[in-house]
């Protein structure tokens, strides 16, 4: 049972544009939430969190939205750059004391197109 | 500064051998995480550690795996008789708390 669900395995955006990645989840005691962006042969790399007291978080080009009664978030990136080729992960941690895992999706392949 | 570092960076072993995975954590980070990732996959807990306790190990998958970090910094993943639903990568974060993880580059293990 995937508690964490990014449902567009992959994604195709033109330089410029915007990015926009979608995660849902399930368990209502994830309070943290946070995205991370894989290259190949290298680990996640932390991009970007938000905690659920707050509905938006944005640092430069990146931005994230948390619906928290949808219980879904979605990652902004504009202006998309070819760099930001790339997997992104979104992954949530459970409030409740003695909770310290992150519980990842599978990932979104996000190709910006020159 | 510094980020994780884990080695080896591939490792391939024949079924039945054990083997040893080490990472490196940021200097001054409390807490240390393992995971493993599938192809595919998003990473999946293994254990974590706060300084040199494991305070949690739920996710190892059997008692083949085990982990030990005994001077609060230095990790090291250990797999006991490695079976080829073992291959993976390993993932090895560091955090100052328990919030932001930071990853280390990960170790690809092949078992044949």
């Known amino acids: 049972d995937q508690q964490v669900k990014q449902n567009s395995p992959s994604l195709s955006v033109q330089e410029g544009r915007i990015s926009i990645l979608n995660c849902d989840y399930t368990?209502?005691?994830?309070?943290?939430f946070l995205w991370y962006k894989k290259y190949p042969a290298e680990g996640p790399t932390f991009l970007i969190s938000?905690?659920?007291?707050?509905d938006k978080n944005e640092d430069g080009r990146f931005t994230v939205f948390l619906n928290k009664s949808a219980k879904h978030l979605s990652l902004h990136i504009v202006p998309s750059q070819p760099g930001d080729s790339a997997v992104y992960f979104c992954?949530?941690?459970?409030?409740?004391?003695?909770?310290?895992?992150?519980?990842f999706g599978k990932g979104t392949k996000l190709s910006v197109i020159p | 500064g510094a980020g994780v570092s884990q080695s080896p960076r591939y490792k391939v072993a024949k079924r039945g051998q054990d083997v040893a995975l080490r990472c490196d954590p940021i200097?001054?980070?409390?807490?240390l995480f393992w995971y493993q990732q599938a192809l595919g996959q998003g990473p999946e807990f293994l254990t974590y550690?706060?300084?040199?306790?494991?305070?949690?190990k739920s996710g190892l998958p059997s008692d083949r795996f085990f982990a030990e970090r005994p001077e609060g910094s230095v990790s090291t993943l250990k797999i006991q008789r490695t079976q080829q639903e073992d291959s993976a990568v390993y993932l090895c974060?560091?955090?100052?708390?328990?919030?932001?993880?930071?990853f280390g580059p990960g170790t690809r293990l092949t078992v044949l």
């Open positions: 974060a560091s955090s100052p708390n328990t919030d932001t993880q930071y």
């Open positions: 368990n209502s005691m994830f309070d943290y």
């Open positions: 938000i905690s659920s007291i707050k």
């Open positions: 992954a949530a941690k459970d409030g409740r004391a003695g909770s310290y895992q992150l519980t």
């Open positions: 200097s001054g980070h409390v807490s």
């Open positions: 550690f706060q300084n040199e306790a494991q305070l949690d």
